[in-house]
């Protein structure tokens, strides 16, 4: 099973500025894109400073076609300004700051203190907060509410690999309609919470 794309960028990367990026870009978008997108946009620039270099149009073309590109081609310029004017150039390494930041929620935030800075954090996407409520480990309505149970829930060793795990589970098995119950190693302690057909 492949790493979720964000991950695989951190891993070959580390740089926090890469993973912030990258995220922006996989946000309603399949990884595989994501993962071609991220790769010509970092062959061209990299840091703040050299986004700065290119035009809205230019990075449109080079992210292409992941979902939303032309407002995220001027989502990355404006969060490079900020970076820049208020930051120095570096990513900032606390939720509040980089909630702060154009277009970024709190998966993208908590994904760049996990895999960009190494912070503990509890990063909740679709798969995270579908997963945990499919299991009956939490009863939530919404992601941010999964991100406060796992909070006060799940062990803090397991915040930083959690997101990985369940990424990868529900994109290969723990599917959002018809889930694989018949190749899943845990379907034992599944309470399988709105499951109607499986496979």
Known sequence: MELPIVTEISQNRRSPF??????????RTKDEVTRSASKRLFE??????????????????????VGFYNTKSRTILEVSRVLIKDYGGSVPDDLDSLLRLKGVGRKTANLVLTLGYGKLGVCVDTHVHRINNRLGY?????????????????????????????VTWGQNVCKPISPICSKCDISIYCKRIGVTKSR
């Not at 890469?18 to 946000?27: G, H, K, N």
């Not at 061209?44 to 076609?65: C, F, H, R, V």
């Not at 992601?143 to 795990?165: F, G, H, S, V």
């Open 44 to 65: 061209k620039a990299n840091t703040p400073q050299q986004m700065l270099g290119l035009e809205d149009s230019e990075i449109a073309e080079l992210i292409y076609p």
């Open 18 to 27: 890469e993973v912030l990026i990258a995220t922006i870009l996989s946000l």
């Open 138 to 166: 939490v009863k939530t309505k919404t992601p941010e509410q999964t991100e406060m149970a796992l909070r006060e829930k799940l062990p803090k060793q397991y915040w930083i690999q959690y997101n990985d795990l369940l």
